[in-house]
């Protein structure tokens, strides 16, 4: 397998940086997942510490004390190179629905019309790709996407929105994503999913992890609001499967 | 039961803070003067993790409908129980129909009340702190009710306590951030150099400053950020990222607060003057 050279770096008292080149790349990524979990399960306390893993970084942050920086860099070296052969943490295939009505795809017409496509086409390939999940931050239960083909790249609105709602599903660049709550926000908004991707009420309030991937699909208005009132209750099951690669 | 009668400018009620979901997006929270907040939990013997309100500019004024023990402390603010002056740091004891109300802001900006056992607003992933919309609410308020345990009889082990005060501190002690290395020797000389002003962006998310100092064009990937995170914007903008900071930015990340240095900061308003020094790291 192959190793990257990384650099390992303070970030203040608390907190340590460990970075791996500067490239959106799912090699890199399965290197830091890899890393992040053999550190998780066989290295740091994971009661005092956090780890948080994007793009192509782990910040590990240590609250209640002082980091012995010369120490855990040197540990940090070694465990690297000794994490090679441990397994990543189980990664999972979501399928998120997403209603792609006008309603809801407030811009869809217009990124149509930009990107020389029918808006069956935006949602064909919107929904034909497979998304791979970067990053979790900006707001709980944001995703970073990757792996937006070119043909829907867009540039974000000129002026943002002061309100986007929840669920909303947009484009913006090379991204695309799903606003976890209603937030201003730039992005061109083409629909909006059913699920919530963040709910403070459960155990576990948010499924998706960094690593993970996600497929929309598209569903009527009928479907969707029927989605609603069972997320409401509880009794809405996601369809997810587990994703070995 | 409290009754809050008028709920004054932003109040809410923190505690020591979420933890466990930074890779979920979620910020940490809590009381932005850690320092201060803590103080008044210790005074009460509270539990570390005992729910205080947080006042902020202008403050509310509190029923009491059951008995109890309380303490304030942060902010300078004036403040009366039953028309009588109170002082900071300083248990008071509570009866039913007390009546704490703030009243005009001297120094500071954020001011605490801890309350004996803590208010027991309801436990969001595992923290009592308000932070919208995770918590129904993003502040208190007017009319809204807040539980608390009676508490009829505590012996104090100390009653008061002798806290000095950092509200007139500017210089705030910072630790190399990640991207540090970015800077080039005018950048530096700037940051250390120069006094900046909090810029009339400032609230428990960041705060900006007025002062701007050379640009710089890196691009980085999407990586985390904490409370105290100083991240600069390409054109040379600097902003401190607070308690309930997005756990992911896009930014380098200079420098890096000390923890005391996040409660200096969390004192201070729009037009406040503060400074950077460099602290060591521990190696």
Known sequence: ?245 | MLKVLKSGFFTTIQDAGRFGYLNKGVPVAGYMDSFSASKLNKLLDNKIEAAVMEITMTGPTLLFEEPTYVCLGGADISVTLNNNPIEQYRVYKIIKGDIISYGRLKKGFRNYLAIKNGFKTPMVIGSRSFYYPLTDKSHLGDQSELVYEACENYNAKISELKVDSFLDEKILHVAIGPEFELLNDRQLEQLFAKNFTVAKDYNRMAYQLEQTIEGHSHSMLTSATLPGTIQITPSGKLIVLMKDGQTTGGYPRILQLSDKAISILAQKKYGDTISFKLVRLNT
Not at chain 1, 12 to 38: C, M, Q, T, Y
Not at chain 1, 50 to 61: D, G, H, M, R
Not at chain 1, 86 to 109: M, T
Not at chain 1, 225 to 233: F, N, P, Q, S, T
């Open chain 1, 1 to 245: 397998m192959s190793k990257f050279s990384i650099s390992i770096r303070p970030f203040g008292v608390h907190a340590i940086l460990v970075e791996w080149p500067n490239k959106v790349d799912e090699v890199i990524l399965n290197d830091i997942l890899r890393f992040s979990n053999f550190l998780e399960t066989s290295c740091l306390d994971i009661n005092k510490w956090e780890i948080v893993p994007a793009y192509n970084s782990i910040t590990l942050i240590l609250r209640q004390e002082p980091i012995q920086f010369d120490r855990l860099i040197k540990r940090l070296k070694q465990w690297y190179g000794e994490c090679g052969d441990s397994k990543p943490k189980q990664k999972y295939l979501w399928k998120l629905p997403v209603c792609y009505d006008l309603d809801f795809g407030i811009d869809l017409e217009e990124v149509a019309e930009k990107l020389s496509l029918n808006i069956k086409e935006v949602v064909k390939q919107h929904t034909e790709n497979v998304y791979t999940v970067f990053g979790i931050g900006f707001l709980p239960g944001f995703m970073y996407l990757g792996g937006l083909p070119k043909s829907l790249e867009i540039a974000r609105r000129a002026t943002p929105r002061l309100k986007v709602q929840k669920g909303a599903v947009g484009l913006a660049g090379k991204q695309t994503g799903i606003y976890p709550q209603e937030s201003p926000g730039g992005w061109n908004i083409i629909g909006n999913c059913s699920v919530p991707m963040f709910n403070p009420k459960s155990d576990n309030p948010c499924f998706v992890s960094v690593g993970d991937k996600v497929q929309f699909f598209a569903i009527e208005r009928a479907e969707y609001d029927l989605h609603k009132i069972e997320g409401e209750v509880g009794i809405y099951k996601l369809e997810k499967t587990k994703w070995d690669a």
